[in-house]
Structures are given as structure tokens and as C-alpha cells.
């Protein structure tokens, strides 16, 4: 069993800073690469930024320069620094691991979400 747990969102004025993290948990032999994503109401869900094990990363173009996805491997977290954020940012935020359990088995995990909200 593996299971991935969020926590840091919440509500933020605009301009505001939030961090995101995700921690997984369970028969993980290795995470290779990690993500994040959002969904906000009435949206498709889109990719926010992803991070390979080398530390390799992407990011929508709608966050660039203002968010920055990082890693811990040996604490199995992946982390999202949000700033500047405005009420566009406001969704529910995912984080998303693609690894590889004791077993051998490859497959992708999801977290929960959490809610981040930007409002004045």
C-alpha cells in the first residue's frame, strides 16, 4: 500500500505565499517522478509542474517564475513554493508520484488534494 498526504494550502491574500507538500508513504522501493497539479471549478485538471529524481523540472507557463517544485528524496516529499499568487492560482491542488513499489510494480499515485484559495 502506498498513500500520499498534502498539507500547506489555505486561504491567501493576493500576493500572497503558500507552500505545498506531499509526503508519501508505504512499500516504496523508488519515486522517479513527481508532480503537481490543480483543478479549479468548472476547469479540466492541468499540469502545474513536475520533477524528475535528478531534479529535472517543467512548469505551466501560467507559473513560471512564481512557483518552484523540489524534492526530498529521502523523505519521499515533494514540495511546491507558490508566490505572487492571484485569484486565477485559487483550485484544488494535487500532488502526483510516478514510482516503483517493493514489489516491483510501477504505477502512479495520487493525493488527496488540498484547497488553496486566493482572495482578498
Known amino acids: 500500500q502506498v498513500q500520499l498526504v498534502e498539507s500547506g494550502g489555505g486561504l491567501v491574500q493576493p500576493g500572497g505565499s503558500l507552500r505545498l507538500s506531499c509526503a508519501a508513504s508505504?512499500?516504496?522501493?523508488?519515486?522517479?517522478?513527481m508532480g503537481w497539479f490543480r483543478q479549479a471549478p468548472g476547469k479540466q485538471r492541468e499540469l502545474v509542474a513536475t520533477?524528475?529524481?535528478?531534479?529535472?523540472?517543467t512548469y505551466a507557463d501560467s507559473v513560471k517564475g512564481r512557483f518552484t517544485i523540489s524534492r526530498d528524496n529521502a523523505k519521499n516529499t515533494v514540495y511546491l513554493q507558490m508566490n505572487s499568487l492571484n485569484p486565477e492560482d485559487t483550485a484544488v491542488y494535487s500532488c502526483?508520484?510516478?514510482?516503483?513499489?517493493?514489489?516491483?510494480?510501477?504505477?502512479?499515485?495520487w493525493g488527496q488534494g488540498t484547497q488553496v484559495t486566493v482572495s482578498s
Open positions: 502526483n508520484m510516478k514510482l516503483t513499489t517493493t514489489r516491483n510494480l510501477i504505477s502512479t499515485y
Open positions: 520533477i524528475t529524481r535528478g531534479g529535472s523540472t
Open positions: 508505504g512499500n516504496i522501493f523508488i519515486i522517479n517522478d
